[in-house]
């Protein structure tokens, strides 16, 4: 799976599912890849399905390995280009968000609660750096 995390001064874009699993949970906007599509071609393309939302990568963020499911998972760092989002057809609605206000309970996946999480406290430190963990069973 791989997906972004759009922002814009500071607010976080998250994607509340219209589709199982985690119906109405929160999100980043992320998605399987197609044939033939890079990692980053696929965060893109996913960001405009999902949140109708155009933007421009700043590097490979956050690899979460989930080998309970055979699935590594891919975190983009992404600026919005513009504040044009709408949401997709398996989103039920798009918004940008500060730290203080995001859902952690609603959070869909454990995956991206930790590149949330990954993202915030960088952002504190001033500095992004890569993160890379293995996700455990629970």
């Known amino acids: 799976?791989?997906?972004?995390?759009?922002e814009h001064e500071?607010?976080?874009?998250l994607c509340r599912r219209a589709i199982e699993p985690r119906y109405g949970y929160w999100t980043l906007p992320?998605?399987?890849?197609?044939n033939d599509e890079t990692a980053a071609q696929a965060g893109l393309r996913e960001t405009l399905e999902e949140?109708?939302?155009?933007?421009?990568?700043a590097g490979l963020f956050c690899l979460v390995s989930v080998p309970r499911v055979n699935q590594v998972h891919l975190f983009y760092?992404?600026?919005?280009?513009?504040?044009?989002?709408?949401?997709?057809e398996e989103t039920l609605e798009v918004q940008l968000v500060?730290?203080?206000?995001?859902?952690?309970?609603d959070i869909a996946f454990r995956t991206v609660g930790l590149?949330?999480?990954?993202?915030?406290?960088?952002r504190s430190r001033g500095i992004f750096g890569?993160?890379?963990?293995?996700?455990?069973?629970?």
């Open 1 to 6: 799976m791989v997906g972004t995390i759009p």
């Open 10 to 13: 500071g607010r976080i874009l």
């Open 30 to 34: 992320a998605g399987f890849m197609e």
């Open 51 to 57: 949140a109708g939302a155009r933007v421009e990568l």
């Open 77 to 88: 760092r992404a600026r919005l280009l513009d504040l044009a989002f709408k949401p997709g």
């Open 98 to 105: 500060e730290e203080a206000d995001v859902p952690w309970p």
């Open 115 to 122: 590149t949330l999480k990954h993202w915030y406290a960088d």
């Open 130 to 138: 890569f993160h890379e963990e293995d996700l455990p069973s629970r």
